[in-house]
């Protein structure tokens, strides 16, 4: 697919003008990853439905105001599993994004897969295969080969048809909501996180633990499939046991504040009834 390539200031303000006036676009990010809190943004990709974008941010290194396309609360941002892809946005940006669509998540929502890659649901969707061979390249190189050109491309391009899709049958499921709250819930996780439950809390005996989380989990898979949602997604074991965790030392008020909203309104009557008796 054709593209335009920004590498230059004055051209991304042109293309922010533009952009903000659009109702939604997909984003795609590459970027570098010493350790995990060193993130270099390489590579910022933008499909409009009309024509795609790439913008280089080694090139641009201080976007200014000129990219407040990414954080407009008009403008739909739609991404594939969109956590890293925030994270590196910010690195160069310095700028929280909201109003975001994220297509992993929302294909668990409708009872997918809880982490399909996305050319695996482009193909599932589409039946489109993307090559996969640049997906561990060398983004901070330059000059980009027209083979890391063409994979930044095919990054974006099918998110809006697969987001169109999405969108419809999370409104008909009535789980739209639900998706949103729980981008809102990732990206506060993001910039205000606290610290492990690890570091945090007692031991608690082994015995009992495996009893209840096996209950726990139990009451989570009876629940997903009333809902037809990934398991996984609502609730990971991980979260089973931190969740455990923190009523035993906390109580059931403190611990629900560490889920969202649509978890726990699905899972609480069932979930307080089972961990009242082992308080």
């Known amino acids: 697919m054709l593209f335009t390539y920004i590498n230059s200031i004055s051209d991304l303000e042109v293309l922010n003008k ?8 997909g984003v795609d990010t590459e970027f570098r990853r010493t350790r995990k809190d060193n993130m270099k943004l390489a590579l910022l990709q933008i499909n409009d439905s ?3 974008y790439i913008i280089d941010p080694l090139l641009i290194e201080d976007p200014g105001d000129q990219c407040s396309f990414l954080f407009s609360s008009a403008v739909i941002k739609i991404f594939h ?4 892809d925030i994270e590196a946005i910010y690195s160069w940006s310095g700028g929280v994004m909201s109003n975001l669509f994220d297509t992993q998540l929302a294909e668990a929502f409708l009872n997918g897969d809880y982490s399909i890659g996305y050319q695996s649901l482009v193909e599932k969707k589409l039946g489109i295969l993307i090559d996969k061979k640049e997906t561990r390249s060398n983004w901070i190189r330059r000059p ?7 994979y930044a491309t095919s990054d974006v391009e099918f998110l809006i048809y697969l987001f169109l899709e999405q969108k419809e049958s999370l409104i008909e499921s009535k789980k739209l909501d639900w998706l949103n709250e ?3 819930f990732l990206i506060s996780d993001i910039f205000l996180s606290t610290l492990p439950i690890e570091e945090r809390l007692t031991d608690i005996n082994k ?7 096996k209950e726990f989990n139990n009451i989570v898979l009876e629940v997903s499939e009333r809902q037809e949602i990934n398991p996984t997604l609502f609730f990971s074991k991980k979260s089973q046991k931190n969740f455990l965790r ?3 030392n906390y109580g059931f008020d403190e611990a629900s504040k560490s889920i969202t909203n649509w978890r726990f309104r699905l899972i609480s009557e069932p979930l ?7 308080r």
């Open 272 to 278: 307080e009834a089972l961990l009242v008796e082992y």
């Open 81 to 84: 599993s969109c956590k890293e």
């Open 18 to 25: 533009e952009l903000l006036q659009k109702p939604f676009l």
């Open 182 to 184: 729980e981008i809102d």
């Open 50 to 52: 009309e024509e795609i």
């Open 207 to 213: 015995t009992e633990e495996n009893k209840v989380l």
């Open 144 to 150: 980009l080969t027209d083979s890391q050109l063409s």
């Open 246 to 248: 923190l009523f035993l």
